[in-house]
């Protein structure tokens, strides 16, 4: 039997991947984006699109509710501005603090009260190496290292009730982000250190996070996998 799952950020990138392998394992899926123009999934019948910006934190009790239940969340979409420390104002610094921290801690937050009546819930956030080691973009670093912080807290307050949440922390992956970057040396050099000397598919990707959201032992929880292929340490 498919699992209902909810994917923000599942419309393009890595969670267009996560949100076709859900797809290919019999599940229906939910997904909450921005702009669904040239949405590779339109077309299928098995997919709830909803335009929504997740930076909105106050409206995401009355999105929960529009969406319903759900089995599976893959808190997903977030960015980076790309910005040094200085470089930041106020309208930037609090939409990224909402898109890649405060959003995902809410959309969990207001599935708990579900996950717990039904015995058991899995959610799976999409952290970065950034928020392991650091990152020029300061702002983007220190969520993401907030969101994995925030995963071992709500597995540490709710596991005891079934929910199993853990983060993932990829590298670079490959896709337009990287081919397109201003920062395509810095990209290079990381991919350098790996093993195999490339980045991430972003298919590898989505099949870690369908493992964590329907195959992996419930005893692994609040746990942050790094994505790197032997990556430890960084030159930022």
Request: glycine content about 10%; hydrophobic content about 40%.
């Amino acid at each position: 039997m498919g699992h209902r799952v909810l994917i923000t950020g599942g419309n393009k990138g890595i969670g267009l991947f996560i949100s076709k392998l859900f797809l290919e394992k019999g599940d229906t899926v939910v997904i909450v984006a921005r702009d669904f123009t040239n949405f590779a999934l339109a077309d299928d019948e098995r997919v709830t699109a909803i335009a929504y910006d997740l930076s909105d934190v106050e409206g995401i009790p009355a999105l929960a509710e529009k969406i319903g239940d759900i089995d599976i969340l893959v808190n997903n979409a977030g960015m980076s501005h790309n910005l040094f420390p200085e470089e930041y104002d106020e309208k930037r610094r609090l939409y990224i603090t909402n898109l890649n921290l405060a959003a995902p801690i809410a959309l969990t937050t207001q599935y708990l009260p579900h996950f717990k009546a039904s015995g058991g819930g899995r959610v799976v956030n999409v952290a970065s190496q950034a928020g392991v080691f650091g990152h020029f973009d300061v702002w983007y670093g220190a969520l993401k290292a907030g969101l994995i912080n925030a995963t071992k807290t709500f597995a540490n307050l709710y596991g005891r009730y079934g929910l199993v949440i853990n983060a993932i922390s990829p590298g670079p992956v490959d896709g337009d982000i990287i081919r397109d970057s201003p920062f395509k040396k810095r990209f290079d050099r990381i991919i350098d250190r790996t093993i195999l000397k490339r980045s991430a598919d972003p298919s590898e990707v989505a099949q870690v996070v369908c493992w964590l959201a329907k195959e992996s032992p419930i005893y692994l929880n609040g746990e942050n996998y790094l994505i790197n292929n032997g990556v430890t340490s960084l030159e930022l």
